[in-house]
């Protein structure tokens, strides 16, 4: 099993609000990421968790606040987002960050929908 | 930094005809290479991989090459289906993130 979920699917907020992505995999992988996708572009690091501590960030706007409460689960908290960061919010894991044969398969969820208007 | 160049933007084939998409890489300290595939509305999938000790992988109608003198690598579709058409994104990891190519988006008639 290569699943990785990610709630909601859609989110719309208004530049004001505060909201929550998350997501969740059961493959035992230690590292996890948050990518922005926006349309026609290919996914962009945000950042990388390894071993539940933040290993990555691609300097990312204080505005995107993640949280990783245990080695299932990674979160993605929004406040005060600006229309430009409409796009989809992809989340990823894998084994473990380099090292081993097998560690760099990155498995994404399906994304996250958000507008923000 | 790394930096990976993906060609071409688009293709169009012929149902069973073959696809190949080429991608080079600047990095020569990279050596893991995936390709992913994105159907509209869903994230990428794993499709494919290759690592730098490995100068060709097969899974089915599905071939990726690595030629790491020349820091390039690329994707070979056989008998294409319609349900191929997609985008194709390349990647390179670096420093444990993937860089991706800017993807090619295939389009498969019947």
């Known amino acids: 099993d290569t699943e990785v979920t990610q709630t909601p699917k859609h989110l719309v907020m208004g530049m004001t609000n505060k909201k929550s992505l998350k997501c969740e995999q059961h493959?035992?992988?230690?590292?996890m990421y948050w990518y922005k996708q926006k349309a026609k572009k290919p996914p962009e690091l945000m950042f990388v968790?390894?071993?539940?501590?933040?290993?990555i960030n691609e300097s990312v706007p204080s505005r995107f606040s993640p949280e990783c409460p245990n080695s299932s689960l990674l979160n993605l908290h929004l406040h005060a987002l600006q229309p430009e960061d409409s796009a989809l919010y992809l989340c990823?894991?894998?084994?473990?960050?380099?090292?081993?044969?097998?560690?760099?398969?990155?498995?994404f969820g399906p994304g996250t929908r958000l507008t923000v208007t | 930094g790394e930096n990976v160049e993906q060609h071409p933007s688009t293709l169009s084939v012929q149902e069973g005809d073959s696809a190949v998409i080429k991608c080079t890489y600047s990095?020569?300290?990279?050596?893991?290479f995936p390709w992913y595939k994105q159907e509209l509305g869903k994230g990428p999938q794993l499709i494919i991989d290759?690592?730098?000790?490995?100068g060709e992988k097969k899974d089915q109608r599905i071939a990726v090459t690595l030629n790491k003198t020349a820091k390039h690598f690329s994707l070979h579709i056989t008998e294409t289906q319609p349900e191929d058409s997609a985008v194709y994104f390349c990647?390179?990891?670096?420093?444990?993130?993937?860089?991706f190519g800017k993807g090619t988006t295939l389009s498969v008639s019947s």
């Open positions: 990823a894991s894998s084994q473990a960050i380099g090292g081993l044969a097998d560690s760099y398969e990155q498995y």
């Open positions: 493959m035992g992988h230690r590292a």
């Open positions: 968790y390894s071993y539940e501590k933040l290993s």
């Open positions: 990095d020569s300290a990279s050596n893991y």
């Open positions: 290759i690592r730098s000790n490995v």
């Open positions: 990647a390179a990891i670096h420093r444990t993130a993937l860089i």
